[in-house]
């Protein structure tokens, strides 16, 4: 199997089925030009370890998709950690209304980001080369967005500081980690409710739900948190 064949194409959809995503055939075209961008670009600069055809399917695209399910139509999505267009372009890509801004501190990598929104003719979507500490200043990107979306999260504490700036009220943040500890969700958590007597320290409160899948075809867990201010 290569990228962009038919069975690689089948594989998309089918996968996304299982979620109860539709994917048109379209919509794998998109996603398959996209991949063989990836892997290209990836010889000469590292924007993923992945690159067995298989695998770049199910581990980027398809673990990418179960997050529109969070995100209302004509949604302002910014997409902080964006390396090689995760889950930023696929998300666009199934839902063509959202605005979508993609961020990364590598030069390298919002050059290849933005390369694949020429290619695919993309509009309403934008790559900058920044951290999100930095673009958190900018009077024009401040309260902008519905929704903040990273797959690049360490701590989830440590991420909802990161994303807050950029929410407009009632915005939600998305992480998409691995198969979720308890003690990671416990210290988010802690931030809005206070450890031992101490004080919360959020500024404002906030509900968590984790929503756990399985990706299509292999045995690992994956989870969206799902922060909603």
Not at 1 to 14: A, C, N, R, T, V
Not at 87 to 98: A, D, Q, R, V, Y
Not at 102 to 117: C, Q, T, W
Not at 131 to 149: C, I, T
């Amino acid at each position: 199997m290569h990228i962009g064949s038919q069975k690689w194409s089948d594989l998309i959809i089918e996968g996304a089925r299982a979620f109860d995503i539709g994917v048109s055939h379209r919509q794998a075209g998109q996603f398959a030009a996209h991949a063989a961008e990836l892997v290209r670009w990836n010889r000469k600069i590292n924007l993923t370890a992945i690159t067995d055809p298989f695998e770049v399917a199910v581990k980027h695209f398809l673990d990418s998709l179960p997050a529109v399910r969070h995100i209302p139509e004509g949604a302002t999505l910014l997409n902080i950690g964006s390396g090689g267009g995760f889950p930023g372009l696929p998300l666009k890509i199934l839902m063509p209304s959202l605005a979508v801004t993609l961020i990364d501190s590598s030069r390298k990598k919002v050059n290849f980001l933005k390369h694949v929104i020429r290619t695919l003719h993309l509009k309403n979507i934008e790559a900058l080369q920044i951290r999100a500490e930095d673009l958190a200043h900018d009077p024009l990107y401040r309260n902008r967005f519905d929704v903040v979306v990273s797959r690049a999260v360490s701590s989830l504490a440590l991420f909802r500081g990161l994303a807050l700036p950029f929410l407009i009220g009632g915005g939600r943040i998305l992480a998409l980690k691995g198969d979720l500890g308890i003690e990671e969700t416990d210290e988010l958590r802690a931030v809005q409710i206070g450890e031992a007597g101490d004080p919360p320290t959020a500024e404002r409160p906030f509900a968590v739900i984790v929503e756990k899948f399985q990706l299509p075809f292999l045995d690992s867990q994956r989870s969206i948190v799902v922060i909603k201010s």
